[in-house]
């Protein structure tokens, strides 16, 4: 056999700069009598007929680019390159063509080229044409695993070996050596083998997938990824997918091409998740092609099965039935599962049209009868297709769970299947019902009701799910903080009812049950706080802050925090009234030094009263706990609050003052009748004085003035709930500080402070006109 290091494929750059490949053969450098000179000469593989005859002059310049190559021009526009397949080859003849000019031959150019020269040189080192493929046989494996694992860097010619790969029916011919291998058992070959392949998928192209994930190939294609070198022994993947892995059918198809297309599917992803080493960052952008075949092909598979209304109802039909058998009930589900997860990789329109049609069909009273199914299996398929459903359209779960409430009792209910299912979920690490949970937090949030129609749909939704649902959600916290299990001596030692707070997986499941409770606070506003209040909700939650979990102790915290950050002064006086800053100060004081999660979250609920200054609270706590929590100086907290309250003592002191003089000189008429007659004769002798011209009738004039006197009486101070007081906006400037306006002649007298009795009726009277008695009366 010739030497293979000196087999090269020659391209031409031609005066319409388009590169033309001239053919494979073996090059070498020769004496040439018509040049009378050394010259490179090409020989084809097929009929040893001359390729290529090129002088080598003194002064042409060569260059070697990346080992496999050397380029040159010979003439104006016309470039030649010779593409080695072995790199020692392309060294072998550089040094000739260096010795032939007088050159270093470490140098890449044997002369000095132009700026111009240089940029065509760099033209023609990255052009397409310049991979070159040996024959497909045995002894050549080895330099086609090189060639297709060397060429990741350039696209170009990835391209370029892929159409090559595509022409010549390479993959058909790789992929009966694979067999001959096998039957010789030479394992080298199929070591050879299995990075051909592995190269050809990264090749990313689309054309070589189709061929080797076709009926025909793909199994052999299995087949060489078997032979992976790093395994000590080869994985039988082609039995365990020929054996094992059986396609079933659940209702039968009639449609051969959907039945094919779902093979190929399963196959191909096996090879993508199975055969497949995890790729690195290099490799991932390289099977983008392969994803996106699977993802096809699963688009295919969901719009196929979609518009079959008659299969899916059929499918449906058979869950519904009670005397299915379990096991034909598991598949029929798990098939379901299948179909909800291959749409959600696909289009938002084709998920949406799938989604759409199964909610048609019925499935939600399905799912509402395989959810109590004994089998864990059927219940983790149903809740994971009913999350499917709900990230989907909640808004139409939500009708479904309306309609309800008119036709069944609480404990048939949907919604309350969903709670039932997550409080009885037996995983120690609770996963379904961390599913489940989101499922309800999607159902409650306002933010995907906005899309409702109707405002009254999402008030009545809520106002039914705290009426018929809510006390199903809270029955485990209600339950773990009954007087039985919240002893003191339970509370740290005693793990053995399942109910109580240090049961690992019951702190875990409270935990979840805070956790919606507390989203339900913050966008719930009045149906929580109404619910938290007839139960003494905070009450029983602050009970889990004896818990040995931290966790659920900050989840009882959240709670709470998350009530003060509403700042609603009727949740304040909740707490304040209930003393329930107990809890967490004892928490802050058990806790110790220890400078951790718990330490902070304390800290930061008193640290947000402060800032925020919310007065009512702020006072509670000082004066409730101040003595105790002074001692802790490492913050400023305690402190501030401190100084708060005192600032807020000092402000209501001088309110009350101010007050205090005020209510001095505010009068109204209220007097003695030789008191009226006094004031009277001295009113006469100040208008003589002032030389006002007598009127014609005097009894129409102090008609009159009466009238306008009490038209522009004011009201009575009210006396507020805090101590303050307001008066009319009709109460003029001069009445409130005890004088007159210079051109009024009234005069104005002391009266008493109402009563509390006095304030009640005046408010009464307040919405009454005809009970208000007149001023001066």
């Not at 190939?217 to 032979?227: F, H, P, Q, R, T």
Request: proline share 4%; glycine share 4%.
């Amino acid at each position: 056999m010739e030497d293979l290091r000196y087999r090269v494929n020659v391209h031409l750059l031609n005066e319409n700069e388009q590169w033309i490949s001239l053919g494979t053969g073996h090059v070498l450098s020769t004496y040439d009598e018509q040049f009378q000179g050394m010259s490179l000469l090409v020989l084809s593989d097929s009929d040893a007929s001359v390729i290529l005859r090129s002088q080598i002059p003194p002064d042409r310049p060569y260059r070697k680019h990346e080992g496999t190559r050397i380029v040159w021009y010979e003439a104006e526009n016309r470039g030649l390159v010779l593409n080695f397949q072995d790199p020692a080859g392309c060294q072998d003849i550089w040094e000739e063509i260096c010795q032939v000019q007088g050159k270093n031959p470490c140098v890449l150019n044997t002369q000095d080229v132009s700026d111009e020269s240089e940029e065509e040189f760099g033209e023609m080192s990255e052009f397409s044409d310049m991979i070159a493929l040996p024959d497909c046989e045995l002894d050549t494996l080895d330099q086609i695993a090189d060639i297709v694992t060397s060429v990741n860097s350039s696209p170009i010619h990835r391209e370029r070996l892929a159409l090559m790969l595509k022409n010549e029916a390479y993959i058909q011919k790789l992929l009966q050596l694979f067999h001959t291998c096998e039957n010789l058992e030479n394992t080298e070959g199929l070591y050879c083998l299995y990075e051909i392949i592995k190269g050809i998928i990264l090749l990313n192209e689309g054309c070589l997938l189709e061929i080797m994930f076709s009926d025909e190939y793909i199994m052999d294609v299995v087949g060489c990824l078997e032979y992976d070198p790093d395994l000590d022994q080869p994985k039988r993947h082609r039995d365990y997918l020929t054996h094992n892995a059986k396609f079933k059918e659940v209702i039968p198809m009639t449609n051969s091409e959907l039945k094919q297309k779902i093979h190929q599917t399963y196959i191909v992803q096996y090879i993508y998740d199975i055969l497949l080493p995890v790729p690195n960052m290099l490799e991932e952008k390289f099977l983008s092609t392969l994803a996106t075949f699977i993802l096809y092909n699963k688009a295919e598979i969901v719009c196929t099965l979609q518009k079959d209304h008659t299969f899916l109802f059929e499918a449906l039909a058979q869950l519904m039935d009670e005397t299915i058998h379990e096991n034909r009930r598991c598949e029929l589900l798990l098939f379901f599962k299948e179909l909800c997860s291959f749409s959600q990789a696909l289009q938002p329109e084709i998920t949406d049209e799938l989604l759409e049609t199964l909610l048609q069909l019925g499935i939600l009273p399905v799912l509402k009868i395989v959810m109590i199914s004994c089998n864990l299996q059927v219940r983790s398929a149903a809740a994971d297709i009913c999350a499917y459903l709900v990230e989907y359209s909640p808004s139409m779960i939500r009708e479904f769970i309306i309609s309800e409430f008119h036709m069944c009792n609480d404990n048939d209910l949907f919604i309350n299947v969903i709670i039932k299912q997550m409080i009885c979920d037996t995983d120690p690490e609770l996963g379904g019902a961390v599913h489940l949970m989101a499922v309800l937090r999607t159902l409650l949030d306002p933010s995907n009701m906005l899309s409702t129609p109707e405002k009254t749909k999402r008030s009545k939704f809520l106002h039914l799910f705290y009426k018929r649902c809510m006390h199903e959600f809270v029955t485990p916290l209600l339950a773990a903080t009954s007087k039985h299990n919240c002893e003191e001596d339970d509370m740290f030692g005693y793990d053995k009812t399942k109910n109580c707070p240090n049961n690992n997986q019951t702190a875990q499941l409270l935990a979840l049950i805070l956790e919606l409770l507390t989203f339900c606070v913050e966008h719930h506003t009045y149906n929580m706080r109404k619910y938290i209040l007839n139960k003494d909700l905070l009450r029983k939650a602050l009970i889990l802050m004896k818990s040995k979990h931290t966790h659920l102790i900050l989840c009882a915290l959240r709670f709470m925090r998350r009530i003060i950050g509403l700042k609603d002064e009727v949740y304040n006086c909740y707490i304040i009234k209930g003393n329930l800053f107990g809890p967490v100060v004892n928490a802050l004081l058990d806790n110790g030094t220890r400078y951790n999660m718990l330490n902070s979250a304390i800290l930061e609920l008193f640290e947000y009263i402060r800032v925020e200054n919310i007065k009512s609270l702020v006072s509670h706590i000082v004066e409730k706990f101040y003595n105790t929590l002074e001692s802790i100086t490492y913050v400023q907290t305690f402190k501030g609050l401190k100084i708060n309250y005192e600032q807020e003592r000092y402000r209501q002191s001088e309110i009350r003052k101010n007050l205090h003089f005020v209510l001095q000189n505010i009068v109204v008429f209220r007097g003695t009748k030789e008191e009226m007659e006094v004031k009277e004769v001295c009113f006469t002798e100040d208008a003589e004085e002032a030389d006002m011209p007598p009127l014609e009738d005097d009894d129409e004039f102090m008609e009159t003035k009466r009238t306008q006197e009490h038209e522009d009486m004011i009201d009575s101070p009210k006396r507020k709930s805090s101590g303050d007081f307001s008066f009319s906006s009709s109460y003029s400037a001069c009445a409130a500080i005890g004088t007159s306006s210079p051109g009024d002649n009234t005069v104005v007298c002391s009266v008493d402070h109402p009563d509390d009795e006095k304030e009640k009726e005046d408010e009464e009277d307040e919405t009454s006109p005809k009970k208000k008695p007149h001023p001066c009366s």
